[in-house]
T-cell receptor, first 109, second 113 residues
Framework: GQQVQQSPTSLVLQEGENAELQCNFS?????MQWFYQRPGGSLISVFY???GTKQSGRLTSTTVIKERRSSLHISSSQITDSGTYLC???????????FGAGTQLIVIP | ETAVFQTPNYHVTQVGNEVSFNCKQT?????MYWYKQDSKKLLKIMFS???????VNETVPRRFSPQSSDKAHLNLRIKSVEPEDSAVYLC????????????FGEGSRLIVV
C-alpha cells in the first residue's frame, strides 16, 4: 500500500481562510519535505522539515515523528496559494523519496 | 530562479516513436533524478544518478533508458513509446544521495497518440 497518505485530496477556501494539510506515513522517517506545484509548473520546495516546527511567512510545517505525521498550515490564504501541495518522505538516509498524491488547494475571492 | 532546465517542455508523438528528454542543472549538485508524474499527480521515481553512476533504477519498462554525460546532465530516452507513457517527466537534482532538498525542473509533458 501507499506509504504516504495526504489529506484532504482537495480543498476550496475563501481568501483569508486558513488551511491545514496533512501528511501521514507508515514507514520510519529520515526526512520530510513539502513541495508546492502550481498548475502546469515545476515543484518548488516549501519546507525541509524532518522533525519539529518550521515557519516561513504564512506557512508553518510541523512534523511529529512518533505520530507519523506532518502538517502544513497556511494562514490567511491568498488566491496565489492555489495549486497542489505534495509531501515527500525518505525512510532512511539512502532511501528513495516517496511522494504523497498531493492536496489540491483552490483559493477563491 | 530556475536552475534545473528541461527540454522539450512539451512533446506530442505517435506510438512507436523514440523520444528524448534532456535535463541540465547549474546548481553544482552531484545527484540527479527522473520522476514520472501521472494524471493523478502521483510522482514516482524512475532513475537517479550520483556522479554519473546509476544508483536507483526502479522497475520501469526497458524502453526507458537514462543517459548521463557528466554530473550536471541526465537525459531520458524512451524507445518506442506507448500510450501509457503519456505523463509529465520531471528532472530533479540534489546534493548527495540522501539529498536534503530536491530542486525540480519545469517538467516535460509527453503525449502519445
Amino acid at each position: 500500500g501507499q506509504q504516504v497518505q495526504q489529506s484532504p485530496t482537495s480543498l476550496v477556501l475563501q481568501e483569508g481562510e486558513n488551511a491545514e494539510l496533512q501528511c501521514n506515513f507508515s514507514t520510519s522517517l529520515n526526512s520530510m519535505q513539502w513541495f508546492y506545484q502550481r498548475p502546469g509548473g515545476s515543484l518548488i520546495s516549501v519546507f525541509y522539515n524532518p522533525s519539529g516546527t518550521k515557519q516561513s511567512g504564512r506557512l508553518t510545517s510541523t512534523t511529529v515523528i512518533k505520530e507519523r505525521r506532518s502538517s502544513l498550515h497556511i494562514s490567511s490564504s491568498q488566491i496565489t496559494d492555489s495549486g497542489t501541495y505534495l509531501c515527500a518522505l525518505r525512510g532512511s538516509a539512502l532511501g528513495r523519496l516517496h511522494f504523497g498524491a498531493g492536496t489540491q488547494l483552490i483559493v477563491i475571492p | 530562479e530556475t536552475a534545473v532546465f528541461q527540454t522539450p517542455n512539451y512533446h506530442v508523438t505517435q506510438v512507436g516513436n523514440e523520444v528524448s528528454f534532456n535535463c541540465k542543472q547549474t546548481l553544482g549538485h552531484d545527484t540527479m533524478y527522473w520522476y514520472k508524474q501521472d494524471s493523478k499527480k502521483l510522482l514516482k521515481i524512475m532513475f537517479s544518478y550520483n556522479n554519473k553512476q546509476l544508483i536507483v533504477n526502479e522497475t520501469v519498462p526497458r524502453r526507458f533508458s537514462p543517459q548521463s554525460s557528466d554530473k550536471a546532465h541526465l537525459n531520458l530516452r524512451i524507445k518506442s513509446v506507448e500510450p501509457e507513457d503519456s505523463a509529465v517527466y520531471l528532472c530533479a537534482s540534489s546534493f548527495g544521495i540522501s539529498g536534503n532538498t530536491l530542486y525540480f525542473g519545469e517538467g516535460s509533458r509527453l503525449i502519445v497518440v
